[in-house]
């Protein structure tokens, strides 16, 4: 968990400047801000994006994709029990939400392309899960099944004690495309 910045040729992934393959979850643990810029990822069949709670990815020009058949997808895990997602840029990154930027990239051929919480392993959103949240502009959610899915989550902030004043959820799409091109 630090930050870390990923490019084409200089990057984890045995400095891959090609599609890097996924072939098992990749996970970016709480405490982690990793930037990836210009990079291709292709998932297995199996294989998940999955931001924890804490965790920060933000790409830009970025594509995640599937290697052959359909990806589940990125998941971005939050906690229900904490309601707070912060504003406030000047505060260390909030650790019980994680967060995903996309700008100018493309989730495509996913069941779905983002879901903000912890799947089971029935496949059913595990509620204790969401909080996490995305913030996309510019980018294109491309064949995929279900583009996004924002689980319930009731935002607050306590300014003075016994005071709820009830927030919208971070989660925002600015000039973002929801396309189907295949079967």
């Known amino acids: 968990p630090n930050s ?3 490019n084409p040729g200089n990057n984890p992934f045995c400095d891959a400047d090609g599609p890097i393959y996924i072939a098992t979850d990749l996970i970016i643990p709480s405490g982690a801000n990793v930037q990836a810029n210009n990079l291709e990822f292709r998932f297995g069949e199996d294989a998940r994006l999955i931001i924890h709670r804490g965790g920060r990815l933000s790409a830009y020009n970025t ?5 052959c058949e359909r990806w589940p997808g990125i998941r971005v895990e939050g906690n229900i029990a904490n309601l707070y997602q912060f504003d406030n840029p000047a505060l260390p990154h909030d650790m ?8 100018n990239s493309t989730v495509e051929n996913a069941h779905v392309g983002v879901w903000c919480t912890r799947e089971k392993v029935d496949g059913t959103p595990n509620k204790a899960y969401n909080g996490g949240f995305v913030r996309a502009y510019y980018s294109t959610f491309k064949d995929c099944i279900t583009g996004v899915d924002l689980q319930p989550y009731r935002r607050f902030d306590a300014p003075l004690p016994l005071t709820l004043i009830e927030l919208p959820n971070r989660s925002l799409f600015a000039g973002c495309q929801f396309k189907t091109t295949a079967d």
């Open 63 to 67: 594509t995640f994709t599937s290697a």
């Open 96 to 103: 019980e939400q994680g967060e995903l930027v996309l700008d």
């Open 4 to 6: 870390q910045l990923w």
